[in-house]
Structures are given as C-alpha cells and as structure tokens.
C-alpha cells in the first residue's frame, strides 16, 4: 500500500489530475452504459406488455440478459463499409455523435456536490454539446454513399435546427426563473417543495422542451430520419455490427439526457417534492428521470409516426410562437415578483 | 505548461483545418474543416477563459450555422473538376487581398489599443468569476443602443431575405393543415345502408 502512495506522489500534478478525472469520468459512463443496455430491454418489454405480448423472456431469466446478447451479437458482427464510400467519414461518423452524447455528462448534477465539473455556464455547454451531435448523422448519411441515408440526413439536419431554436427558447425561460447557467443554482432555486418546482410557472416551455426533446433525439413520433417504413433505417442504414451499436448507444444515451434534464430544470432535480416528510437526496433525481424516461417509450408505443411536412409545422409555427409568447409573459411575472418563483 | 501544450495542439489544428477549407478539392469536406476549425477556435478561447464566448461559438456557428451550410453543400451536385479552373487566373487577385488583409490585421494587433502595458501580463480571474454575467452587464448597460441596433439590422436581414426568396409559385400544389384538421367524419364518409342478400 505503501509502494502506491509512494508511485502516486511521484507523479506529477498533471498527472495526478488526469488520473483523477478519468476515474471520476468513468464513475458516471459505466452505470450510464448499464443503464442504456437496460433501458433497450425496458423499451422492448414495455411496449411488449403495451402491445400485450411478452416482449424478449428466453436469455436468462425473464430475458434478463438479453442486453449482453444483443451487445457480444453486435461486437462479433462484421463492419460493411461500402464500396465508393467515404470510408474515413463513414468509421469517424459513429464516434462524432457519441463524444458530445457522452462530453455533455461532464456537467450535470447529482447533488448538491457530486457533479463532474461544476461550470457557471452548464446549461449553455450542454446545449453546445447537444447540438454537435447531428454531425454525425449528417456525415454518415452522406459519407454511406447512399440514397435513403442522404435522405435521412437530410431530414435530420432540418428537423434539428428547427427544433434546437424552440428547445433553446424553451431554456431561455428556465434562466429567467432560475437566474443562472449553472444547472446546480436552477435546481437549488426549486428548493421549498412541489409548489416551488420550475414545472408550475413554465408549464408550456415544459412541453415545448419534452417534444423538442423527443425530436432532437430523433425518436418516434419524430424518427422520420430513421423511418424504417420510408427509407428503411434512414442515416444508418448501411451501418453494421459495433459502427451500429455505437449509434444505438448514443441514441439512447442522450435520451436518458433529456430526461434528467426534464427532472432538473422543471421538476426540482435531487429535491423532495414534500421536505417536511422525506429528506431530499439523488434517489429522487434518479425517480423522475425514469418517469420521463418511462415516458419516450410510452410515445413510441402510443403515437404514429408524424409527416414530414408536419413536423416542420409544429416545429415552427406552433412550438416557436408558443415559446415567444411564453417568454414575454414571463417577462411581466417577473417584473412584479409573482408568486414563489420570480422573487 | 499544460496551457501552452494545449494551445499549440489546437492553434496547429485551427491553423491546418483553416488551409484545408480552401485546399480541399471536396466542398462536403472543406465545409467539414470549417467546422473543425470553428471547434479548435472555440477551444483556444476556452484557454482565454473566455468561456461564454466559446460555448456560444460551438452553438451557434458549429451547431446551426454549420449544419445549414452542409445542408445546401450537400444537397449541390458540384462539378469538382470545373471548380479547379483558374486558379492560375485568380491567382495574382487572390494575393492581393491577402496581403491587404495580413497588412490591416498587423496594423490593428500593433496600434495602441492593442498593446499590452510593459511587463504587465494580463491577470487571470478567480474561480467563480462569471464571465456570463459580466458580459451580460456590458451589452445591456453600456452598450445596449449598439446591441439593440445588431438586433434590428439581423430583423430587416431576416425579412430581406424571405421577401427575396417568396414568391407565387402557381404550379406549387401545397396542403392546408387547418382545413385538414377541420375534416369532420361526415365530410367524407357515407354510410349506405343496403340489404346483403336480397331474393332475385
């Protein structure tokens, strides 16, 4: 034991930091990828018993390892990189959606002290870093050098700026109440029970951010860039094995995001929604990002695929003016203090 | 030290990635360097602790800016080859406004706003310096007409340019989603009642 301590202090600062990092990176990606290869089970169940059919029960019991099937399925599967394609963009494609699907982790809070890296400008990086993401589906939607994933490429590039203006209106209202960037001060703003929560004064932008959420994570009823109906797979349709896999993971990654955002910014984090009878503490983070997480499944199951033309409609002319409109009423309640929140 | 480091590896790639946007033959993979070469500046004012500067940079220009522009790169069949030509001609042009442009940007770096007071290094802010809310506070106090203006310029570019772009089209046949919506079942549908098996 010693001998460690020693090896440790031997090393430089930098050093030091960079070890230290790494672990506490690590410490918030490994439960996350437990989490997705779980999540892909509970979607798969969930909407089996919403269908009533049982949904996957025959690895392990009741289907409980199937995650790592489909996981050791898709290492062993081979990579098809097809002819006259990209091939550099077309490997790097996977890789550019899930660095920032990971990189945006760094900045949420569990607590009010266990976060990564507690920045001033947190909400601001995890929108940049959200935004990023589309790159690689564009990239691999060009780079396949194919004609139904240059389709869903393009329906994702212009689905996403469309919906990224009215999910970044919908924030500008969270700062309004909580008069911070930081993600860490919006929530402790919440303190003070249910009747305090962000989610009463901004119901609106808190719709407006749930299906801007949903289609910023391109799933139904807005996976018209997968459309497996139209374009069979859409961007990732000549994509295979662990290229594939990557995609999926990231996917599922930011959606699980969205809905820790859901629970942050409009639904008091970490916070108990009755502090007089139990304590506040990360279990109640973790419950609500369920619900919403329950939620992008229940939607999926539910809801028909949107048209194109549709989507752009919603995405513009209803989610964007209710959003404005919203803002300027916001900016009355705050000028006279009303209620609990705009003190 | 790790500073430097850092600002070396990413000053070389936002300096490798900017020739790349104008060397590269494909425009998909020029528009992609321009991209990379708006991450690295990002990153390199990131050192500057210019953090919300920074930030905004990757939203704006890398997140909304960039995609459009690869929207319409991509969705151009672009002849490479004939791009090529003249390059030879521009040449002598394309020199030109380079040193004039290297020869503005030396005369603004070495006048006096810029120059830094002898032996005074600039001094790095405490921790929980906001840079947000510092510039926040300069835009909406000090320089808020000059803002406001920005603003109004951005408005009338934005309604200069759809007033361009819309025009009649009178062979477009488009959906009416309000009429749509308005549909009821007994627009559309009657309900006839007729005997199955009758006795011929």
Same mark, same amino acid.
């Given at each position: 034991?010693?001998f460690?301590?020693?090896?440790?202090e031997w090393?430089?600062e930098y050093?030091?930091y960079t070890i230290?990092?790494?672990?506490?990176?690590?410490?918030?990606l490994?439960?996350?990828?437990?989490?997705?290869?779980?999540?892909?089970?509970?979607?798969?169940?969930?909407?089996?018993?919403?269908?009533?059919r049982?949904?996957?029960?025959?690895?392990?019991?009741?289907g409980?390892?199937?995650?790592?099937?489909?996981?050791?399925?898709l290492?062993f599967k081979? =990579?098809i990189?097809p002819t006259?394609?990209?091939? @550099? %963009?077309f490997i790097?494609?996977?890789?550019i959606?899930f #660095? +920032?699907?990971?990189?945006a982790?760094?900045?949420i809070?569990f607590n009010?002290t266990l976060v990564?890296?507690?920045?001033?400008?947190?909400?601001?990086?995890?929108?940049?870093?959200?935004?990023v993401?589309?790159y690689?589906?564009?990239?691999?939607g060009?780079?396949s050098?194919?004609k139904?994933a240059l389709?869903?490429?393009?329906?994702?590039?212009?689905?996403?700026v469309?919906?990224?203006?009215?999910m970044g209106f919908?924030l500008v209202?969270?700062?309004?109440?909580g008069?911070?960037?930081?993600?860490?001060d919006?929530?402790?703003?919440?303190?003070?029970?249910?009747?305090?929560?962000?989610? =009463?004064?901004?119901?609106?932008?808190f719709?407006? @951010? %749930?299906?801007s959420?949903v289609?910023?994570?391109?799933? #139904? +009823?807005?996976?018209?860039?997968e459309?497996e109906s139209?374009i069979?797979?859409?961007?990732?349709v000549?994509?295979s094995?662990?290229?594939?896999?990557?995609?999926f993971?990231?996917e599922?990654?930011n959606?699980?995001?969205?809905a820790?955002?859901c629970?942050?910014?409009?639904?008091?984090?970490?916070?108990?929604?009755?502090?007089?009878l139990?304590?506040d503490?990360?279990?109640?983070?973790f419950?609500?990002?369920a619900?919403?997480?329950?939620?992008?499944?229940?939607?999926?199951a539910?809801f028909?695929?949107?048209?194109?033309d549709?989507?752009?409609?919603l995405?513009w002319?209803?989610l964007?003016p209710v959003t404005i409109?919203w803002?300027?009423?916001?900016?009355?309640?705050?000028y006279?203090?009303?209620g609990?929140w705009f003190? | 030290?790790?500073?430097?480091?850092?600002f070396y590896?990413?000053?070389v790639?936002?300096v490798?990635s900017a020739?790349a946007?104008v060397?590269?033959k494909?425009p998909v993979h020029?528009?992609?360097?321009?991209?990379l070469?708006?991450?690295?500046?990002?990153?390199?004012?990131m050192?500057?602790?210019a953090?919300?500067l920074?930030?905004?940079?990757?939203?704006?220009?890398?997140?909304?800016?960039?995609?459009?522009?690869?929207?319409?790169v991509?969705m151009?069949d672009?002849n490479?080859?004939?791009?090529?030509?003249?390059f030879?001609?521009?040449?002598p042009?394309?020199l030109?406004?380079a040193?004039?442009m290297?020869?503005?940007?030396?005369?603004?770096v070495?006048s006096d706003?810029f120059?830094?007071?002898?032996g005074s290094?600039p001094?790095?802010?405490?921790?929980?310096?906001s840079?947000?809310?510092a510039?926040g506070?300069?835009l909406y106090t000090?320089?808020?007409f000059?803002?406001?203006?920005?603003?109004?310029?951005?408005l009338v570019?934005?309604i200069?340019a759809i007033?361009?772009?819309?025009?009649?089209r009178?062979?477009?046949k488009?959906?009416?989603p309000s009429d749509?919506?308005?549909?009821r079942k007994s627009?559309r549908?009657?309900?006839?009642?007729?005997?199955?098996s009758?006795e011929?």
């Amino acid at each position: 034991m010693d001998f460690l301590v020693s090896i440790w202090e031997w090393l430089h600062e930098y050093v030091q930091y960079t070890i230290y990092s790494g672990v506490k990176a690590l410490a918030i990606l490994l439960p996350l990828f437990i989490v997705v290869a779980y999540y892909t089970l509970a979607e798969r169940k969930v909407i089996g018993y919403m269908q009533i059919r049982k949904g996957p029960n025959r690895v392990g019991p009741k289907g409980l390892f199937q995650p790592f099937a489909d996981m050791f399925k898709l290492m062993f599967k081979e =990579i098809i990189i097809p002819t006259n394609s990209n091939r @550099y %963009l077309f490997i790097i494609a996977p890789v550019i959606t899930f #660095a +920032p699907a990971m990189a945006a982790w760094a900045v949420i809070p569990f607590n009010d002290t266990l976060v990564f890296s507690n920045i001033n400008a947190g909400l601001l990086y995890i929108l940049a870093m959200t935004s990023v993401g589309v790159y690689g589906v564009i990239i691999a939607g060009w780079a396949s050098n194919s004609k139904y994933a240059l389709l869903g490429a393009m329906r994702s590039a212009a689905q996403i700026v469309a919906y990224e203006i009215a999910m970044g209106f919908a924030l500008v209202g969270v700062l309004m109440v909580g008069g911070s960037l930081n993600l860490g001060d919006i929530v402790n703003k919440q303190a003070g029970g249910l009747e305090h929560w962000f989610f =009463i004064p901004l119901l609106p932008l808190f719709f407006v @951010y %749930l299906i801007s959420g949903v289609a910023e994570t391109n799933r #139904a +009823p807005f996976d018209v860039a997968e459309g497996e109906s139209e374009i069979v797979a859409g961007f990732h349709v000549e994509y295979s094995g662990m290229t594939f896999a990557v995609f999926f993971l990231a996917e599922y990654a930011n959606m699980i995001l969205i809905a820790m955002l859901c629970a942050l910014l409009f639904f008091g984090g970490w916070l108990s929604p009755i502090p007089e009878l139990v304590g506040d503490g990360t279990g109640w983070l973790f419950g609500k990002t369920a619900v919403f997480m329950l939620l992008f499944l229940w939607f999926r199951a539910t809801f028909p695929r949107y048209r194109y033309d549709q989507i752009m409609r919603l995405g513009w002319k209803v989610l964007l003016p209710v959003t404005i409109f919203w803002l300027a009423v916001e900016g009355v309640a705050v000028y006279f203090k009303i209620g609990p929140w705009f003190d | 030290m790790i500073e430097t480091i850092i600002f070396y590896v990413f000053a070389v790639a936002t300096v490798v990635s900017a020739c790349a946007v104008v060397t590269v033959k494909n425009p998909v993979h020029a528009t992609l360097s321009l991209v990379l070469t708006f991450f690295t500046s990002a990153v390199i004012w990131m050192t500057l602790e210019a953090e919300f500067l920074a930030i905004s940079l990757v939203l704006v220009y890398v997140g909304a800016v960039m995609v459009l522009f690869i929207f319409v790169v991509m969705m151009l069949d672009i002849n490479v080859a004939r791009l090529r030509e003249g390059f030879v001609r521009y040449l002598p042009l394309g020199l030109a406004v380079a040193v004039i442009m290297l020869l503005l940007m030396l005369s603004v770096v070495t006048s006096d706003i810029f120059v830094l007071e002898a032996g005074s290094e600039p001094v790095a802010k405490p921790a929980d310096y906001s840079n947000t809310k510092a510039l926040g506070g300069v835009l909406y106090t000090e320089y808020v007409f000059a803002f406001e203006i920005a603003a109004v310029i951005l408005l009338v570019a934005i309604i200069a340019a759809i007033s361009l772009t819309m025009r009649k089209r009178t062979q477009t046949k488009y959906q009416s989603p309000s009429d749509q919506m308005k549909v009821r079942k007994s627009d559309r549908l009657r309900i006839v009642d007729m005997p199955s098996s009758e006795e011929q």
